[in-house]
């Protein structure tokens, strides 16, 4: 990736003249298009029958056991043969993936591991990208340390203003629930990478032309946190590490931004209105958001959560019901509302594949789609709402073709694989040289 | 203490010999009931590794939790020769090795920002609006130097009640950066809480520009126009820039500045007039990189240079105050007393502690702790149904708007007033609305300004911080009362005792009872449902004290029967030992350890004040703010002046170098 010539760099090689697109296709031979990922990620797991093949007649389990044992005792034994199979739609739950069947994999038979101490739900979400070998990280209850996102942003994300964004359609208004259910990306243990939730708000800070420049603050600053550095304890002057990572950031940021204004004009994004908009609506101005980052090469990696975990506070999925819904109460009764969480499940798979058809869409300079070019992956931190098991997870990869991954395939990964294998794999293929990654025993053959 | 060899020796011996016979059948060996396993820890010294566990073994002998009601009990001589060793033990060992945890260093939260940036620039207004700060007043009742409430205040709630957030004077175009969360019970000052990430450090930069760059950034709102900002008389303004910048700094990095730190900033103001720019535009862009600099975005301590627990500075001290009480910076009178050591003196601490008390700005701190302690915030997302409590709404208006502010109210009451905390419990008095006194009724609905009135409390069932509207219908689900989430509260909030999250493999309790149980109480419904012996151990601590409010409907309102006409069975034992058999008794039960409930606020009012979680180590704190309160006949005011009295308060563990302790928590 260092040596080859970025669609971004040759970009700014022009400095600004007006060639337009077509003329720079002939160039195409030459030209490598950016490598991209996307993780999208879905709360409170999935009901299980409705999403595993294989898995449709089993009975409904209403409560099960933590996230450190396995799957619900009373659930008869299925076998499940592993490797691969050609992946066909018999699911309910997986009937909006039709359209994209030929550039989606279902991934099935992955484990993340509970560490006892902090609650699943909030584990499940804060640790889904980073899932450390448990009690590695000494002085945190949390299995928790520098997220994928990160870690392949630290690889692929110097080229671009933002190394990697984090956007969340969190719909909630109180503030009840605490920082480890509502966020997946992390720099590193107990240090956040806080997500963007208001749509005008993003397209002010990733769009607007006419950004503050502060480099005259900065240079300031810099300077006070080089002397403030010799106060500070041990522990404190780690911290403020974060500081100077923040700032040479933006720093990066107002080099990069300024040669991107022509491409930024050409989106030709609206900026979006503050009026309500139905779920699915708002899901998909968010996701036009992302999609308008990574296309223009904004950023390389962003995450992508649909909504936070837990959190009992009810609200409106339009498209499902004229009522409030708790997902996550729901999840506790799913013998009583089996349907209604089917339909929330597969409003969830649907989002996604809008998603993934409107980056289809977009094609790149060597003819392939920004789908080809990206790795977007579906998933979640529970395999089942109800039994908060953190074993055989929902998983859906996407895209990848111009890294050598096909679609119209189920993986069943043996019993016991790491999620990280997944990981490991997927950081691999976005030019991360390395051999292990959080509690990876091996990569993922996918 | 003085332990000779002798009595060690005893005293290891009848630790050993208790264990075994009264512990280790369910904690160690074969069982290990509630992750408690005792068998590595039958010699003091094992036990030295893990103070937080020795802390707990001495709370539940003492409060004899343990051993359950239905095993042998030892007897009374056995548990106080018991309890004698342990806290013989747990002071040497505490004395020998006593090493705080240390508040990380963290950046201010939303609340704190707004503060300080205010109180730097001396705002005459808000620098935006933040719904967190959930009472509005509209009458200027907040006076604490009267020591008296007036007996009618005007007050809206920000978060519920109708335009609450747009009439208050704020800066035009300053949106803030969102709010932070509050952590598992604790507050929303904590360390992991607080990070800086590239996208918040950007909005800090943003916001520092949108402040000082607001239209009402002039000489009329802010109060240090002419002292920072405004062209000097002088012809040559250079002379006063080292003068001028160097208070300034001192101010907002709440320490003394060396000269090597002010040089970049008048080397950055020079260049600039040199080269021909504005006087106030020069110093305002010196304001902006202020206000984003971390010496003024981080909370922390000085390092203490040596790993070795020391007294904080006067200036930590002063910060440790002004944080605790008013949100915001210290002001120059402490960062003067700080600056001639004066404050580390106990006469001049407590002076400047009441003078604290006796600000307005201590509005700041009735602000933010009182509703995070009684987690009144989880109100404004209650949504009772409809059809079973219609007079829970109010045309577009939720009535919850007015029950949030009552606790607010008898809290800013008690401080002011400097009564007594037990009336936190048990008050003689308290304000409502007119609605809140007749819910019920067709008084008029204030949605805006709503009127307040200190109403005598005849019917003691209600009144208080437990017995109140708000808690009662925000620990209830929007038909049924939960009684396990109210106990959960009450043991959180008054005992500061937070039970262990449920596993969550235990199912909600259905709203409607499943057919065939249509005739059975709550309590027979959840007995039925709770059948894993491994769920007793807490829920025998906390079922009864929610179950004795199921005379208050999910609503709070009083009811004698269930809606299938079964009688409430509210009947229960608080903590083993006081029976109760209806509402009144309850109350009269909790007043009996009113002394837990002082030692429970004691350990939230600490652990707001250092932003961190306590461990063993603020043991002794806890004590002497509890011993100090109850001999002080438990005035509040009293109360907060023994928690900046305390050894936590006043020192810290902040090592230049990477130690390893003694682990006083382990992993477990």
């Known amino acids: 990736m260092k040596n080859s010539l970025s669609r971004f760099k040759f970009l700014r090689g022009l400095q600004g003249s007006v060639l337009g697109l077509p003329m720079l296709e002939a160039f195409s031979q030459e030209v490598k298009v950016a490598k991209r990922m996307v993780h999208f990620y879905v709360p409170i797991g999935v009901v299980r029958k409705g999403f595993f093949p294989g898995e449709q007649d089993q009975h409904l389990v209403d409560f099960g056991n933590n996230g450190d044992k396995h799957s619900h005792r009373s659930l008869k034994e299925i076998t499940k043969p592993v490797g691969e199979h050609p992946l066909k739609i018999s699911m309910p739950t997986l009937e909006p993936l039709q359209p994209m069947l030929q550039k989606t994999t279902l991934i099935t038979g992955l484990d993340r591991v509970f560490q006892d101490g902090t609650d699943v739900h909030a584990q499940c979400a804060s640790c889904y990208l980073s899932s450390a070998a448990p009690y590695r990280i000494s002085n945190s209850a949390w299995p928790l340390d520098r997220t994928l996102d990160h870690v392949v942003a630290d690889e692929i994300g110097s080229e671009t203003p933002f190394k990697t964004l984090a956007f969340s359609c969190n719909p909630h208004q109180d503030m009840k629930e605490s920082i480890y259910f509502d966020n997946i990306s992390w720099y590193g243990t107990g240090h956040l990478a806080p997500s963007m939730r208001h749509p005008r708000k993003i397209y002010q800070r990733l769009f607007n032309l006419k950004k503050q420049d502060h480099r005259e603050i900065t240079s300031l600053v810099l300077a006070d946190a080089r002397s403030f550095k010799r106060r500070l304890s041990y522990a404190d002057r780690h911290k403020l590490e974060e500081y100077f990572e923040g700032i040479r950031n933006i720093e990066h940021q107002m080099v990069k931004l300024e040669g991107m204004s022509d491409r930024l004009m050409k989106l030709k994004l609206r900026e979006p209105k503050s009026s309500y908009l139905p779920r699915g609506q708002f899901i998909q101005v968010m996701a036009d958001l992302m999609v308008a980052a990574l296309q223009s090469g904004l950023t390389h990696v962003s995450t992508f959560m649909v909504a936070p975990e837990r959190w009992d506070t009810p609200y409106l999925f339009d498209e499902i019901s004229d009522q409030p819904m708790s997902h996550h109460k729901m999840s506790h009764h799913q013998s009583k509302y089996v349907e209604t969480l089917m339909q929330v499940d597969r409003f969830h798979v649907r989002q996604f594949v809008t998603m993934l058809q409107k980056m289809d869409r977009i094609k790149e300079l060597d003819g392939q789609s920004l789908l080809d070019h990206s790795l977007v992956t579906y998933g979640s931190g529970l395999g089942d709402g109800a039994t908060h098991q953190y074993n055989d997870l929902p998983i859906i990869m996407a895209g990848g073709h111009s890294m050598g991954y096909r679609g119209g395939r189920h993986i069943r990964a043996p019993k016991g694989t790491p999620l990280a294998n997944l990981w490991l794999r997927q950081a691999q293929s976005l030019g991360v040289e390395r051999s292990q990654f959080a509690d990876s025993t091996s990569t993922l053959n996918v | ?668």
């Open chain 2, 1 to 668: 203490m003085v332990l000779f060899g002798m009595a060690e020796a005893q005293d290891e011996a009848k630790w050993e010999a208790f264990a075994r016979s009264h512990c280790l059948e369910c904690h160690g060996g074969k069982k290990v009931k509630g992750k408690v396993d005792l068998k590595d820890y039958l010699k003091l010294d094992q036990l030295a590794s893990d103070l937080e566990l020795t802390k707990n073994l001495i709370e539940v002998l003492d409060y004899e939790e343990m051993p359950p009601e239905d095993e042998a009990q030892p007897s009374k001589s056995e548990r106080s020769n018991i309890l004698g060793v342990l806290e013989r033990f747990f002071d040497s060992t505490l004395k020998e090795n006593r090493v705080f945890a240390q508040s990380p260093m963290r950046r201010m939260n939303r609340f704190q920002y707004s503060n300080a940036v205010k109180d730097l620039f001396e705002l005459k207004t808000m620098v935006f609006s933040l719904p967190e700060r959930m009472m509005r007043d509209h009458s200027q009742y907040f006076n604490p130097s009267s020591g008296k409430m007036p007996e009618t205040v005007q007050v809206g709630s920000r978060p519920l009640g109708k335009s609450q957030m747009i009439s208050e004077s704020v800066f035009q175009d300053v949106a803030p950066f969102p709010q932070d969360l509050r952590a598992e019970h604790g507050f929303d000052n904590r360390g992991d809480h607080l990070t800086l990430s590239p996208m918040l450090l950007e909005s800090f930069l943003e916001l520092s520009s949108r402040i000082v760059d607001a239209n009402q950034f002039n000489s009329r709102y802010v109060g240090i126009w002419d002292r920072f900002f405004k062209t000097p008389d002088d012809k040559n303004a250079v002379n006063v820039l080292e003068q001028r910048i160097g208070r300034f700094l001192q101010r907002a990095f709440r320490r003394p500045v060396l000269s090597s730190e002010i040089q970049p900033y008048l080397e950055f103001s020079r260049e600039k007039l040199a080269a021909g720019a504005h006087f106030t535009e020069v110093m305002k862009a010196v304001a902006k990189a202020v206000i984003a600099s971390p010496k003024f975005l981080y909370l922390y301590d000085d390092t203490s240079e040596n790993a070795s627990t020391t007294e904080v500075s006067s200036f930590d001290l002063a910060s440790r105050l002004s944080f605790f009480l008013w949100g915001s910076l210290p002001d120059q009178t402490l960062l003067d007393l700080a600056a001639k050591d004066e404050l580390l003196k106990y006469e001049v601490l407590l002076s400047q502690a009441d003078r604290m008390l006796n600000d307005k700005k201590l509005k700041r701190f009735t602000d933010s702790f009182p509703t995070q302690w009684l987690q009144l915030e989880r109100i404004i997302s209650s949504r009772l149904d409809k059809d079973e409590f219609p007079f829970f709404y109010k045309a577009r208006y939720r009535s919850s708007m007015h029950m949030m502010l009552e606790p607010l109210l008898l809290f800013e009451t008690v401080l002011i007033e400097n009564r007594s905390v037990i009336e936190l419990l048990n008050p003689s008095f308290t304000y409502q609305s007119d609605w809140l006194a007749n819910p019920k009724g067709k008084d008029k609905f204030s949605v805006g300004k709503i009127p307040f009135k200190r109403r005598e409390i005849h019917d003691r069932r209600y009144g208080g911080i437990i017995t109140n509207l708000a808690v009662l219908t925000m620990t209830s689900g929007s038909k049924e009362t939960h009684p396990i989430t109210r106990g959960a509260w009450l043991s959180t909030v008054v005992f500061n005792n937070p039970p262990p999250p449920p596993p969550a493999d235990v199912p909600p309790l259905p709203e409607k009872p499943a057919a065939g149980d249509e005739n059975l109480t709550l309590r027979e419904r959840l007995n039925q449902h709770r059948e894993r012996s491994d769920c007793a151990g807490c829920h025998d601590k906390i079922d009864p004290l929610g179950f004795a409010l199921e005379n208050f409907d999910a609503m709070g309102m009083w009811r004698d029967q269930y809606e299938n006409g079964r009688q409430i069975d509210m009947q229960g034992k608080l903590f083993r030992k006081h029976r109760f058999d209806n509402a009144l008794e309850f109350k009269k039960a909790i007043l009996k350890e009113k002394d837990r409930f002082v030692r429970g606020l004691a350990g939230h009012l600490l652990s707001f004040a250092l932003a961190r979680e306590l461990d063993a180590s603020d043991e002794p704190s806890i004590e002497f703010i509890t011993a100090q309160t109850i001999s002080k006949d438990y005035r509040f005011r009293e109360m907060i002046k023994a928690v900046v009295q305390s050894t936590s308060f006043r020192m810290k563990t902040t090592p230049a170098k990477l130690v390893q302790h003694l682990p006083s928590k382990k992993q477990r």
